[in-house]
Each structure stands twice: as structure tokens, then as C-alpha cells.
């Protein structure tokens, strides 16, 4: 069974200051791994897809790395703001699965500090 | 511009009552998906959906039921609630590629007392 974990589930850093965010899965059969973001009382927004081929995608300050063979993905945020405040989730959609389905991380709350 | 819409956004129930989370979707996406989050949990995969017509469970469906009778519409049903479904609970949709991202709902914050 998939089994997707983010350490830490907190993080605290100073305005500026890069974000390293980690990623680990147990099975590595994945199709693509997502990084989504969640604020207080709503739902998630996609940030970046990464699929299993690939070994990072950017997007403007964020880029997601991703390693499949050691189980791991890392999101990396640059020059933090406190805009970025939020929860980060990452799931992995496995190669075996039928319906697009994910398996979710617990998440790791960030707070970028003014 | 509404994307996945949820309704209602707050509920409290008592044990035993039953309710309908509503989700809808203006996106003609093919998949449809009920999640809970329990606190400092990420999601789990309750129902989903690849069609009209077409449903089958998640990881945890036990006390839920759906129905999929139209492209746009995918509804969640608590019978005789308990309070282990107290959480939050999000709809989300997507296209059939699973290359592309999943679009979700605010969510229904759902105590049951």
C-alpha cells in the first residue's frame, strides 16, 4: 500500500528566506506526483505536476523536484512571502490505479514570518 | 467562472440524522471524488466517479453513498451519522487524462454532535 509522508507537518521561516518542502513515498510504481496548496477554509489548488518521467517542473518561484527511485519529491519556494502562508500537500497518483485516484500526504503548514 | 462548487459550507448534525453534501461541477469533467480531511490529516478518498453512471469506493466508503445521475452532479449521503464523520469534506473533479491536476471544492465542514 502507497503511504506518502511530509516531514515537518510545521515550518516557520523569515520573509526571503527559501522554502524546502519534502515528499516521500513507500512505492515508487507512481505516474506522476502532484504538490497542491491549501489556505485556511478552502479547498486545494494545483501548483505542479510532475510526471514520472520527468525530474522537476517550475513554475515562476516554485520548483518541484522529483526522484523516483529514492521515493522522494522535494517543492522548493524562492525568496518566500508572507503570501505564501498556507498548508502544502503532495499526492501521488499510482500506475496500478483506475480513476485518477490520489494518495495524499499529511502536509506541511507554512507560515513566512514579515 | 465557478469551477467545483459545494454546498452547504458548514453543517452540524446529530448522531443518528442523515444529510446530502452537494457537489457540482461546470467544467464537463469526466471524474468526480469525495474526500474527508481530519485535522492535520492529508485526504482520504471516500467515492469517485469516471462517468455518469459510474461509481465505485475509496479508501474509506463505510457509512456513505453516492450517485452520479449527470455529468455535473455528484452527491454524498450520511446515513445515521456518527461522530467519527466529523471532518471536512471535499468534492473534486478532473479530466479522464491523469496527466491532468484534479480541481476541488471549498469544502463542507461537518460536525456531528
Known amino acids: 500500500k502507497q503511504e506518502v509522508t511530509q516531514i515537518p507537518a510545521a515550518l516557520s521561516v523569515p520573509e526571503g528566506e527559501n522554502l524546502v518542502l519534502n515528499c516521500s513515498f513507500t512505492d515508487s510504481a507512481i505516474y506522476n506526483l502532484q504538490w497542491f496548496r491549501q489556505d485556511p477554509g478552502k479547498g486545494l489548488t494545483s501548483l505542479l505536476l510532475i510526471q514520472s518521467s520527468q525530474r522537476e517542473q517550475t513554475s515562476g518561484r516554485l520548483n518541484a523536484s522529483l526522484d523516483k527511485s529514492s521515493g522522494r519529491s522535494t517543492l522548493y519556494i524562492a525568496a518566500s512571502q508572507p503570501g505564501d502562508s498556507a498548508t502544502y500537500l503532495c499526492a501521488v497518483y499510482m500506475i496500478k490505479a483506475a480513476g485518477n485516484k490520489l494518495t495524499f500526504g499529511g502536509g506541511t503548514r507554512v507560515l513566512v514570518k514579515p | 467562472n465557478a469551477g467545483v462548487t459545494q454546498t452547504p459550507k458548514f453543517r452540524i448534525l446529530k448522531i443518528g440524522q442523515s444529510m446530502t453534501l452537494q457537489c457540482t461541477q461546470d467544467?464537463?469533467?469526466?471524474?468526480m471524488y469525495w474526500y474527508r480531511q481530519d485535522p492535520g490529516m492529508g485526504l482520504k478518498l471516500i467515492y469517485y466517479?469516471?462517468?455518469?453512471?459510474?461509481?465505485d469506493k475509496g479508501e474509506v466508503p463505510n457509512g456513505y453513498n453516492v450517485s452520479r445521475s449527470t455529468t455535473e452532479d455528484f452527491p454524498l449521503r450520511l446515513e445515521l451519522a456518527a461522530p467519527s464523520q466529523t471532518s471536512v469534506y471535499f468534492c473534486a473533479s478532473s479530466y479522464f487524462n491523469s496527466n491532468q491536476p484534479q480541481h476541488f471544492g471549498d469544502g463542507t465542514r461537518l460536525s456531528i454532535l
Open positions: 467544467m464537463n469533467h469526466n471524474y
Open positions: 466517479s469516471v462517468g455518469a453512471g459510474i461509481t
